[in-house]
């Protein structure tokens, strides 16, 4: 049953351990940019773990060919091109709030940050 | 290039100026191959702005900002946006849906006149993701010294 | 104290996915559920209905345009959004 698991879906493993590492770092990091980092971290394994799933095991890129061929799912690709997109719109947004966070108040500590704007 | 350099690093700017054409031509490439090969708008347009950046990061924001300026960024984003959404209103005055390329009179069959909208869609799409990219670029980036 | 409670909650998170992960179709399976609902469609009907051999490109400009448009939309937004938020005025 556990052999099964590490065997055959391992992929889902990697991608939970990046996803807590990702969710680690945006909870327990107290430094703004960190926590935009782990905030990275955790969509990418979303990514990884959406593109895995589109996986059909001796497929190839979904572009017809002129001869029969097995394709893999080309839905999951589309989502996360767009999905990319957003993550990168939403971290330079983030990391724009950051720049902005440290010209105000000279800091990036989360706990001063909110002593200061007592 | 003939300006002062702004960063001493005779091996970035020797590379960057040969990479910057090639980079350029390439996400050309992939913005017109988008259809019938691996590419498409958002990966040609990230393409297009990395060669910005490199050339940025070797000649200084004023260079860089002497070719495309931030204005000139601002009304290449508006239209490429201006050309999908425009797209979709040409499919809805020629009787069709939003975004309905079937129907827009190009072409022989739907299928082609789809093959076009896509393709104008797709350089829609590049350029506001190029223009966009670069100029988030341009924000965060360090200012120089008399900036 | 802080430090510590995010390590556990780490690892209770950790321990749930894991413990979904035993109902996912294994890597690379034809008769996932997610291989089997509209891909076939899309693999079959994209050319002729798209005219672009790219299926990524099809279902991304064609059966998700507006979806695309409105992905536009967010990165233009977020563009204007940083501008306003640190562009200093240029002298």
Redesign the interface.
Known sequence: MVLELIFTKYNYIIYITLMTIGFYGMIGKRNLIKKLIGMSIFQYSIFLFYVSAADVSGGTAPILLKEPAVYVNPLPHVLILTAIVVAVSTLAVGLSLAIRIYREFGTLDEDKILELSK | MKAAPVSNDIILRTGASIMVPVILLWGLYVLIH?????????QAGVILAAGFILYTTAFGLKEAKKILS?KLLMVI??T??FI??GV?MLAIIFGGN??E??VIPI?R???????Y??EM??L??GL??M???L??FY??AL?EKGE | MRRYLAILSCIIFWAILVYGVSDLPALGDPEAPANKHVAPRYVEGSYKESGVPNIVTAILANYRGYDTLGETTVIFTAGITVMVLIRRKEK
């Open positions: 988008g259809a019938i090969g691996p590419g498409g708008g958002f931030v984003a508006s490429g946006l999908y959404a979709g939003f975004l390329y079937g072409g069959t739907p299928a082609e006149a789809s093959k909208g896509i869609v797709e829609g799409i506001t993701v223009s966009i990219m100029s988030i924000d965060i200012k």
